[in-house]
Structure formats: C-alpha cells, structure tokens
C-alpha cells in the first residue's frame, strides 16, 4: 500500500509563496503521474498540476500557469508545488495523488477519478 505525505501548507498572506511536498513511502515507475489537486469549502475538488515520475511531461490546469510549479527529486521520492503570487481564492485543502496505471497520459491527469492513492491533505490559507 503506497503512502503520500503531504507537507508545506499553512498561512500566508496574499503574494506571498509555499511550496508543498508530497513524499512517497516507495519508488515508482517512471510512467506512473503524480498530481496535485486542491478542494475549497463547499466546491469539488479541483485539478492543479501533474508530473509524470521520470519529469519528462507535466500538466496544468489553465488559470494556474505560470504562478504554480510542479516539480520532483526522484532520489527523495518526493513531488513539490511551488505557489507564487498566491490569491485568497487559492485557500484550500492540497492533496497530492498517484496514478499507477502503466498506461497513464497526461492528457487524462486533471481527472481525479483516474488516480489510485491519495494524500491526507495539507491546508493552505491565504489571507487578505
């Protein structure tokens, strides 16, 4: 059973930075995608950004690029999201998520549904 730890989240205010971690209790093929997915009170869970393991290809949700970067360190078995010029609307619940299908596209990762192991979440709030 693969384990996700997210780490990073907290208070900051408003054009301030974080970066999260997600680290994996195991190493994974270099086909398999690790996301990022953020869930607001009171709104679904939403994409924000995926990787595949070997970092050749990465995916973001639209109205997020160029302000958030993933990024990963294969050695340490751990994902990262940097948040720059955060926003009061980016307050929400971060999950971290693997997709361990061989066959995984990028094309597919902003789909919650298709990823088998969750993180338990880190809370980032950004304040006014």
């Known amino acids: 059973q693969v384990q996700l730890v997210e780490s990073g989240g907290g208070l900051v205010q408003a054009g301030g930075s974080l970066r999260l971690s997600c680290t994996a209790s195991?190493?994974?093929?270099?086909?398999?995608?690790m996301g990022w997915f953020r869930q607001a009170p009171g709104k679904e869970r939403e994409f924000v950004a995926a990787?595949?393991?070997?970092?050749?290809?990465?995916n973001y949700a639209d109205s997020l690029k160029g302000r958030f970067a993933i990024s990963r360190d294969n050695a340490k078995n751990t994902v990262y999201l940097q948040m720059n010029s955060l926003k009061p609307e980016d307050t929400a619940v971060y999950y971290c998520?693997?997709?361990?299908?061989?066959?995984?596209?990028?094309?597919?990762?902003?789909?919650?549904?298709?990823?088998?192991?969750w993180g338990q979440g880190t809370q980032v709030t950004v304040s006014s």
């Open positions: 195991e190493t994974f093929l270099s086909t398999y995608i």
């Open positions: 998520a693997l997709d361990v299908n061989f066959f995984a596209t990028m094309e597919a990762a902003a789909q919650a549904r298709r990823y088998d192991y």
């Open positions: 990787i595949r393991w070997n970092g050749d290809n990465t």
